[in-house]
């Protein structure tokens, strides 16, 4: 995997933004807490830390092919 482009980490965390804001209308509409902006706000902020974890195993191993731990780890924690 090569490093993610500034367009792509953009396009990516606005489709996140966007898929949690349609969860949030869904719990808005219904009049449940935790409705489109929270939605919203906690999808980019997934979105974010997923693209950082990425980017840093790429800027110190090179690609995800040569690192010997799993990115995932890191999201896990």
């Not at 509409?29 to 706000?41: C, D, V, W, Y």
């Amino acid at each position: 995997m090569e490093q993610v482009t500034l367009v792509e980490a953009v396009a990516r965390m606005a489709m996140a933004s966007m898929l949690g804001g349609v969860l949030g209308l869904q719990r808005e509409t219904k009049g449940k807490p935790a409705g489109l902006k929270t939605h919203m706000m906690v999808s980019l902020g997934s979105a974010a830390f997923t693209l950082l974890t990425l980017q840093i195993f790429v800027t110190y191993t090179g690609s995800l092919e040569n690192a010997r731990s799993d990115p995932l780890r890191i999201i896990e924690g």
